[in-house]
């Protein structure tokens, strides 16, 4: 296999991984959610024997999974013994955020038992203490924006070389006598008349 890409995600919970993981979707990874840690050095290695055309992979894994996270750090030497390249990235915000986060989304806590999210957020952090220290990543989102994490990964992680790829997606209606066509002039480096320099051109043509 000429390329391959094993990206493992974790950090705080709250701190933008759900978010990440479909932004690196959208840029052309296969993800994976919430997969037990003690499933992930299985699931890598049937990547990367196999010949199939998923070479570029997001894995997210995180405490939801209980005594089965427990398993990360054997997993993470497992994959080194197997030679197997991986980047692992670690989310995570400050306390205030993520208390804030949490009371905005009216979610509970995974660790806060019924306490505290605060009690959680501190449990948390001391689990995770080992595996930060490991991460090849640390991206703190206390200040970011779901943009500002989205170009952070396509600096890093894009799967084109020449960065993002630019889309173009065309929509028609047309009714029995009319048709509307729109289109959206944005970066245009060809010169066009004053009169049709707006955002959006709409024109109408009639069927005879």
């Known amino acids: 296999m000429n390329t391959f890409r094993l990206i493992i995600v974790t950090g705080m ?17 296969y993800c994976v959610d919430n997969l037990p840690a003690i499933l992930i ?4 290695d049937l990547c ?18 209980g005594a089965f996270f427990e398993a990360l750090p054997q997993t993470l030497k497992e994959l080194k013994q197997r030679e197997i390249p991986y980047e692992l990235v670690f989310l995570e915000a400050s306390d205030e955020v993520l208390v804030r986060r949490y009371m905005e ?13 605060q ?10 203490g ?23 990964l396509h600096s890093r992680f894009s799967i084109h070389k020449n960065g993002e790829q630019m889309g173009v997606t065309i929509f028609s209606f047309g009714f029995k006598y009319v048709i509307y066509f729109t289109k959206l002039q944005r970066n245009n480096p060809v010169s066009i008349p004053e009169k049709t320099q707006s955002s959006v051109l709409l024109q109408r043509f009639m069927i005879q």
Request: net charge positive; proline share 2%.
């Open 13 to 29: 919970s709250g701190a933008g991984k759900t978010t990440l993981m479909q932004h690196l979707e959208d840029m052309g990874y």
């Open 41 to 44: 050095s299985k699931f890598a």
């Open 48 to 65: 990367w024997k196999s010949t199939s055309k998923v070479q570029y992979i997001a894995i997210g894994t995180d405490t939801r999974g």
């Open 105 to 117: 989304t009216r979610k509970t806590h995974p660790l806060s038992h019924g306490n505290r999210i």
């Open 119 to 128: 009690d959680g957020i501190e449990a948390e952090r001391k689990i995770l």
């Open 130 to 152: 080992g595996i930060r220290t490991q991460a090849d990543m640390i991206i703190d989102t206390t200040d970011m924006k779901p943009k500002d994490l989205k170009g952070v």
